[in-house]
């Protein structure tokens, strides 16, 4: 039988072991963290992948940092959660005063140098495939971003941000939505709940809608001021356009 290893580094004094008997990774365990020493030092980077292809033409068809996959057959188990990529960041704690630079979950880049031509380029690649069987879910969809807590936060909070930065020359759209012919979509775009504002502009004109039915009703509603040029689409399907500080009922000849 062949010898087993462990390999173990050090940590401020300490040893710790990172690749077990069994040829695992071992950075922590999901209840107990790697403590670094007092100064770990300027960069800090517990695993890496790092592959260079610079040898032209070849027969390589895919190259893959790497390959994670779950899978479930049989008769399945109702209260399992599956996922393939489980990163996270956390920053301090409940009452706590921890303070950090920046904090990403997830930071995918992919960048272009030089003039070769290439078929497709995305940061953030995602794909939902139903099939061709019928089924039952709750929600499905190509990506689901959560916001939680209650926490008053000072500065930009959304929910999705895309920012074209300055030097950006020939951006076609900051926000794409591409419906192929024989799709059979319901909305383009949908919102549900209750925002204040539908969409806002830069300019401060908004579009929303509500269940208001007049001037006095939208202000109750949607507060007493609005940009002239908003547009307001009340419950029984009149459009209001804020006229100086007026909504004012839009009459279609």
């Known amino acids: 039988m062949a010898t087993k290893y462990e390999y173990k580094v050090w940590n401020g004094g300490s040893p710790i072991t990172v690749i077990d008997q069994y040829g695992h990774s071992v950075f922590g365990t999901l209840a107990t963290p790697i403590s670094l020493a007092l100064n770990a030092g300027a960069s800090v ?3 890496t992948i790092n592959i260079l292809h610079s040898v ?3 027969n390589t068809d895919d190259l893959l940092g790497r390959y994670t996959k779950v899978a479930i057959t049989g008769a399945g188990d109702s209260g399992i959660t599956m996922v393939g990529d489980a990163p996270r960041a956390y920053v ?6 921890t303070v950090a630079k920046e904090v990403y979950g997830s930071q995918p880049w992919a960048k272009h140098y030089g003039t070769g031509a290439i078929t497709a380029m995305s940061g953030l690649s995602a794909l939902v495939g139903v099939n061709d069987d019928n089924f039952t879910a709750s929600t499905i969809n190509a990506g689901h971003f959560h916001i939680t807590g ?3 936060v000072t500065g930009q909070f959304d929910g999705v941000m895309i920012e074209a930065y300055p030097e950006v020359t020939c951006l076609d759209s900051a926000l794409a939505i591409a419906i192929d012919e024989g799709a059979a979509v319901q909305s383009g775009i949908r919102i549900t709940g209750t925002p204040k504002n539908g969409i806002k502009f830069q300019s401060g004109t908004t579009i929303s809608s509500g269940a208001g039915t007049d001037d006095t009703t939208i202000k109750a509603e949607q507060g007493a001021t609005a940009p002239a040029g908003s547009i307001y689409i009340g419950a ?3 459009v209001f356009v804020m006229v100086s500080t007026t909504w004012t009922a839009l009459t279609i000849n």
């Open 45 to 47: 980077v517990v695993d």
């Open 56 to 58: 032209g033409a070849s």
């Open 92 to 97: 301090g704690t409940v009452g706590g005063t």
């Open 150 to 152: 209650k926490a008053t």
């Open 236 to 238: 029984n399907g009149t």
